[in-house]
């Protein structure tokens, strides 16, 4: 399971996957970590998407990988 120290803000990620959301961003889509936020069992990431819109993630169920200097770093959960 991925924790707070994992991301943190000003982070770049790209999205895998949204798949619980009734108006998710689309896989693929590129922005910034805003806010990181630990919950029980899973991990709450508030995202400023490059697309204009701002909407927040739920890991798991949804899957990003964070961006850093040209290679990525696979974050989802297992």
Do not use: C, H
Request: cysteine-free.
């Amino acid at each position: 399971m991925k924790t707070k120290r994992d991301f943190k803000a000003g982070d770049r990620v790209r999205l895998i996957e949204m798949g619980d959301d009734p108006d998710p961003i689309p896989a693929g889509t590129t922005g910034t970590v805003a806010g990181v936020y630990s919950q029980r069992d899973w991990l709450q990431l508030d995202v400023d998407w490059d697309n204009g819109r701002s909407l927040m993630l739920s890991i798991p169920p949804d899957r990003v990988e964070r961006l850093s200097g040209g290679t990525s770093e696979s974050n989802s959960s297992s």
